[in-house]
């Protein structure tokens, strides 16, 4: 079957940083997505990881790892408003994308 | 980037009555859209997958004949909630992508249903 696990939620500090895993098994793999979701909101787009390694965009990044079904989001020098749930998802051989339930993400000052 | 926008944004409706969400890709031309429920705390889940002049592909448990979707153009996508029961209440996300293959999807702001 398909699954995919994360964390239901973490907390972290104001300026710290935050690692939330991810880790997938889908049928057939077509690159890994990180979406946020603040509450109330539709997802907005963070990264896609098809390749193995770390991909870098300002205070977030993403790692893939395809021989692990692994993925990690990194979020750097947190700010209040990254207090948002994010999602993993992996898209399957058929481009389906395939969801986490998501990471709550807390940030106290 | 890619723009999609739903309507209505909020929507409140009495038991047994119908509604219609409509998705707009505002700047592109979306092969293929995508409709979501999600109900608080809970992740995403897809309904069905809608491609443009065909019909759509519900996922299991999906009611064909309660969500009603239609595709009518590369740029609209409508899904009706036929005789709504306060258990469809939800925030129902519509996505759209530019073509088959890895494509990232954009995603609608989302219609909040409250069926009373």
């Known amino acids: 079957g398909q699954n995919i696990d994360q964390p239901t939620e973490m907390t972290a500090t104001e300026g710290a940083i935050v690692q939330i895993n991810c880790t997938y098994q889908?049928?057939?793999?077509?690159?890994l997505f990180w979406y946020q979701q603040h509450a109330g909101e539709a997802p907005t787009f963070l990264s896609y990881?098809?390749l193995d390694g770390l991909e870098e965009k300002g205070r977030f990044s993403s790692f893939l790892s395809r021989s692990k079904g692994y993925s990690y989001l990194l979020l750097k020098e947190l700010q209040m408003k990254d207090s948002a749930s994010y999602l993993c998802?992996?898209?399957?051989?058929?481009?389906?994308?395939?969801w986490g339930a998501g990471t709550k993400l807390i940030i106290k000052p | 980037g890619a723009v999609v926008s739903q309507h209505p944004s909020r929507v409140i409706c009495k038991s047994g009555t119908s509604v219609k969400i409509e998705c707009r890709s505002l700047?592109?031309?979306?092969?293929?859209m995508f409709w979501y429920r999600q109900f608080p705390k809970q992740s995403l889940m897809l309904m069905a997958t809608?491609?443009?002049?065909?019909?759509?592909?519900?996922e299991q448990g999906v009611e064909k004949d309660k969500f009603l979707i239609n595709h009518a153009s590369l740029t609209l996508s409508t899904l009706t909630v036929t005789s709504a029961h306060p258990e469809d209440s939800s925030f129902y996300i519509c996505?759209?992508?530019?073509?088959?293959?890895?494509?990232?999807?954009?995603f609608g702001p989302g219609t909040r249903l409250t069926v009373t």
């Open positions: 996505s759209a992508r530019l073509g088959q293959g890895i494509y990232e999807q954009y």
């Open positions: 700047d592109f031309q979306a092969t293929t």
């Open positions: 809608s491609n443009e002049g065909s019909k759509a592909t519900y």
């Open positions: 889908t049928s057939g793999f077509n690159g």
């Open positions: 990881n098809v």
């Open positions: 998802a992996s898209m399957d051989s058929n481009y389906q994308l395939i």
